[in-house]
């Protein structure tokens, strides 16, 4: 099954992406995609929670301990750059679904969102194969050497605000480093997401490398997410509130964390809105 997108009617229905392959949830519960700028119902969204999550998770950890170490880091390279590749490939219809996603200008996806995102796999894509080994000798007696190995399963949760580029912010690192990753985008922008799960199978990704399952946060997938106990480390971005409740529940696992809380996102008030609706 692929990602289902219109190119007509400008809809698209976004399921989750767990173990290679497009699903529903488990109970088949939904909710609607709303466009910012028109306020248009733009497609359904899978609503996933902790089965979908426990899902996810299995299958990140299978493949962590199976195909995903067993390729070279050259050929996880090639993988890595292959979907920076397609994502350029695909550019006018990631730019279409980021801008009914967000309500922001199509030229703006198109020459920022999109582009970023390719280099993010492109940029690491060539570190990864460029990280040397340090050694130090201590005393004449002694070799110190680092080690790199990969965290594990990491949870990535995402923002509305640049929901493709700060979503491969996170995952093309992840998987620079032999990591797998379990992806919660935010809930109000979930088609660019959805589509990077075709991709990154496209690119040669194996099955259960990259999961994406969409949902709320607390009580939800979100929280499912960061109180795993078999995720290994959380990468957050978003409200400082948030955060506070990730950290609190992270903590109970000894998980790593990775943060990037608050923003500067402006609105526009205008003078007819009631007060009482708008803060």
């Not at 967000?102 to 894509?125: E, S, V």
């Not at 340090?134 to 110190?144: K, L, P």
């Not at 959805?194 to 709320?216: M, R």
Request: net charge negative; glycine share 8%; charged share 20%.
């Amino acid at each position: 099954m692929m990602a289902s997108v219109s190119a007509e009617t400008k809809t698209m229905d976004c399921l989750h992406f767990i173990n290679g392959k497009y699903c529903s949830s488990v109970d088949h519960k939904t909710f609607e995609n709303i466009n910012p700028a028109t306020e248009e119902v733009i497609g359904t969204v899978a609503e996933g929670g902790k089965k979908e999550i426990d899902l996810a998770v299995a299958a990140a950890r299978k493949a962590l301990n199976g195909p995903w170490k067993e390729i070279s880091t050259q050929e996880r390279s090639k993988i890595i750059r292959r979907i920076g590749d397609i994502i350029l490939e695909r550019i006018d219809e990631l730019a279409m679904l980021e801008t009914l996603d967000t309500g922001k200008p199509l030229w703006l996806a198109k020459q920022l969102d999109i582009p970023r995102a390719a280099y993010n796999f492109h940029f690491f894509a060539d570190y990864m194969i460029s990280v040397g080994t340090e050694a130090y000798e201590q005393d004449n007696i002694a070799i110190n050497y680092a080690v790199r190995r990969p965290v594990g399963v990491v949870g990535l949760i995402n923002p509305w605000n640049l929901p493709l580029l700060l979503l491969t912010w996170k995952l093309a690192p992840c998987l620079a480093a032999g990591n797998t990753a379990v992806m919660k985008p935010a809930e109000w922008t979930p088609m660019t997401a959805t589509l990077l799960g075709e991709i990154c199978k496209e690119a040669g990704v194996p099955d259960g490398v990259v999961n994406i399952v969409h949902g709320f946060g607390p009580d939800s997938a979100g929280a499912a997410l960061s109180e795993h106990p078999d995720v290994d480390a959380i990468s957050f971005t978003g409200e400082t509130s948030t955060g506070t409740v990730i950290m609190q529940s992270a903590a109970k696992t000894l998980k790593k964390l990775s943060y990037e809380l608050g923003g500067k996102n402006p609105n526009i008030i205008f003078a007819a809105e009631p007060k009482n609706k708008v803060i």
